[in-house]
């Protein structure tokens, strides 16, 4: 790249990176997710009021018992008995608010088969400690074009979560992501992100732990067309548990850990005094 070509790119990211602030600090970003309860049974849930339980069989989501004193809303109207609440895998997911101010979304395990309370709040102690995301300084050397070859269907990768890292938790694999660097080979998995054509690649490197967040960054390429596609590792992000502990991320699979530091991306979220948000 020519320092205009640089310039160009180096504000770009300024810009991509004004606007993961935007979204971290959001109503529903990472900074305000205060619990994550999966709800088996009727139980009550941390932080706020009302009874929940499974909904009934078939349907999904969560049933939620609570009086016109609870203030909570589901779908625009004030709850007094039993409502549905339904999931993010739903066609229309319920919006769901609280007396409080905190907002509530109901999500789905990976086979539907158990349901979580999301509750989320803007005045979240994460919230009201940041102060920001470090990040590298742009560097075009690891602006990658690899190659993308596709596997076999039903070719699949085994993803661990850190909180549960007996549970496998295979993902489609669409193909493998292959390049070389300093005579090395790369062979990268990488799985849908659920967003479009984008994958989600979840890896670590040597800086992790060190200069970076310990579990490892993600990135979130495109496969392009022509049998290629482009690695820019400026645009690594943080995962989401880097911003709050009620989170559970997947980690890098043992073929995404680079021996070598890759100095490219964000680096770790601040506390208002520098200090590390999290570990």
């Keep these: 790249m020519n320092d205009t070509a640089i310039a160009s790119a180096t504000a770009e990211l300024d810009r991509y990176r004004q606007r993961r602030r935007e979204r971290a600090t959001g109503p529903q970003g990472f900074l305000a997710l205060t619990n994550t309860q999966w709800v088996d049974s009727a139980q009550p849930v941390w932080g706020v009021p009302g009874t929940w ?108 979560h850190q909180k549960d890292l007996e549970l496998s938790r295979p993902q489609p694999l669409p193909g493998l992501i292959r390049f070389s ?22 890896f670590g490197d040597a800086t992790n732990g060190d200069s970076t967040y310990s579990v490892g960054r993600f990135l979130f390429p495109t496969p392009s067309d022509d049998g290629t596609i482009m690695l820019d590792f400026n645009r690594a992000v943080l995962p989401p548990c880097a911003f709050s502990y009620n989170f559970n991320c997947p980690i890098p699979p043992k073929q995404n850990r680079f021996a070598i530091p890759i100095e490219a991306g964000e680096k770790n979220v601040l506390a208002k005094d520098g200090s590390l948000l999290h570990a």
């Design 181 to 202: 660097r300093d005579g090395v080979d790369y062979e990268l998995a990488a799985f849908p992100s659920g967003d479009g054509d984008r994958l989600q690649l979840v």
């Design 53 to 160: 339980a499974p909904a009934p069989k078939g349907l999904g989501g969560l049933a939620l018992t609570a009086t016109e004193a609870d203030g909570i809303v589901v779908d625009g109207d004030v709850v007094d008995g039993t409502v549905y609440v339904a999931g993010d895998d739903a066609m229309v997911p319920s919006t769901l608010r609280f007396a409080s101010g905190a907002t509530g979304t109901v999500i789905a395990n990976d086979d539907r088969s158990s349901y979580a309370l999301r509750v989320w709040d803007t005045s979240s102690d994460a919230a009201q400690a940041f102060g920001s995301v470090d990040s590298f300084d742009f560097d075009p050397s690891w602006v990658v074009t690899a190659d993308f070859v596709p596997t076999e269907e039903g070719a699949q990768v085994d993803i661990r």
